[in-house]
């Protein structure tokens, strides 16, 4: 019995050399399918969407078996760009709700970074020098 396992798992690590596997982007299709399926299984007005589901899913699977490694990096990049700059914001949505009792977040004028300083009190003004471009500048809480 144990030696039949061996068989099926070597079987698959052969069958899976030289290809790509799974991947963020991979992973990311799965779970949109998913939450398709679903929406579609839900709503009968949305049944087109398992027809989406279905071709996320081709694609999630055809890159984890494609062995063209370097198309799929390509892709993976191109992935986390884009949604590197959404994830951005949410972290900064996400810290500044965390930090909203002990620290402030203002915007350089000159290089638009967001910089975060320990909360001033209240009515006072505060002067920040900017740690990227060395702009200062003051704001009131
Ligand atoms: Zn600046």
Redesign the pocket.
């Known amino acids: 019995m144990k030696n039949f396992f061996r068989r099926i798992s070597d079987g698959f690590r052969s069958f899976m050399a030289g290809r790509y596997g799974a991947d963020e982007l991979s992973s990311f299709l799965s779970i949109a399918a998913l939450v398709l399926l679903v929406l579609s299984a839900l709503v009968r007005q949305l049944f087109f969407l398992y027809f989406l589901a279905l071709g996320l899913l081709i694609w999630s699977t055809f890159r984890m078996l494609s062995r063209n490694t370097l198309k799929r990096r390509q892709e993976r990049e191109a992935y986390l760009r884009f949604f590197g700059h959404f994830r951005q914001k949410w972290n900064l949505i996400k810290n500044r709700w965390r930090d909203r009792k002990t620290h402030r977040y203002y915007t ?1 004028p ?4 967001t910089i975060r300083v320990p909360k001033p009190e209240k009515g006072k003004t505060i002067a920040i020098t ?1 740690p ?4 200062r500048f003051e704001r009131k809480n």
């Open positions: 350089c000159s290089c638009h970074v900017c990227k471009c060395g702009n």
